[in-house]
């Protein structure tokens, strides 16, 4: 099965910019999405597709992919936006399938 | 409004069996994939199972295969998980989760329920 590697942890300056890159074989086939964790909390997801927003995520959150690479993009970083932050695609094993990243977790300072 | 509610977590001995529930509401459950996602203490996610609309298709992570699974009654808006053999391994929250599509080869879950704890000690 497929994997999606991530760096463990990131950290970034209030209001600055951070990028959380996601890597593996499978995003060169699927899009990845993205989800932010709080501790004791369900994930909810951020990013999906190409870059796109479900309602209610600031606009400060964008996705980007190349090749094998995705990422996501935290423009202008606030206080509450410090969380672990998961990346997921199909598999590309054929199958509906899915794999997570291993996650990255986001320090805002 | 969606709302997923996860049900059935608790304490089993290695071996044992459990069966989570998750009511779905505010959404026309029958028209979407329904997946199951785990967490262990202090780890990252794990995505489990997942079903097709009308139960017709099922797959899962290698480590559950033959020991877990997943059913839903369209008619009931619920989800279903059946853990059998459990191992101490299994030991996690358990999200219920909506799969969405979008254009292109996009797949993503936008919907989560809060999770339930299963335990697995003796």
């Known amino acids: 099965s497929s994997e999606l590697t991530q760096d463990p942890a990131v950290s970034v300056a209030l209001g600055q910019t951070v990028r959380i890159t996601c890597q593996g074989d499978?995003?060169?086939?699927?899009?990845a999405s993205w989800y932010q964790q709080k501790p004791g909390q369900a994930p909810v997801l951020v990013i999906y597709?190409?870059?796109n927003r479900p309602s209610g995520i600031p606009d400060r959150f964008s996705g980007s992919s190349s090749g094998n690479t995705a990422s996501l993009t935290i423009t202008g970083a606030q206080a509450e936006d410090e969380a672990d932050y998961y990346c997921?695609?199909?598999?590309?094993?054929?199958?509906?399938?899915?794999?997570f990243g291993t996650g990255t977790k986001v320090t805002v300072l | 409004e969606v709302q997923l509610v996860e049900s059935g977590g608790g304490l089993v001995q290695p071996g044992g069996s459990l069966r989570l529930s998750c009511a779905a509401s505010?959404?026309?459950?029958?028209?979407?994939?329904m997946s199951w996602v785990r967490q262990a203490p202090g780890k990252g996610l794990e995505w489990v199972a997942n079903?097709?609309?009308?139960?017709?298709?099922?797959y899962y992570v290698d480590s559950v295969k033959g020991r877990f699974t997943i059913s839903r009654d369209n008619a009931k808006n619920s989800l279903y998980l059946q853990m059998n053999s459990l191992r101490a391994e299994d030991t996690a929250v358990y999200y219920c989760?909506?799969?969405?599509?979008?254009?292109?080869?996009?797949?993503?879950?936008?919907?989560w329920g809060q999770g339930t704890l299963v335990t697995v000690s003796s």
């Open positions: 989760a909506r799969l969405g599509r979008g254009d292109l080869e996009s797949y993503y879950f936008d919907y």
């Open positions: 505010g959404f026309t459950f029958s028209s979407y994939w």
């Open positions: 079903i097709k609309q009308d139960g017709s298709e099922k």
């Open positions: 499978s995003l060169r086939s699927y899009y």
């Open positions: 597709g190409k870059n």
């Open positions: 997921n695609s199909r598999d590309s094993s054929g199958n509906p399938t899915y794999v």
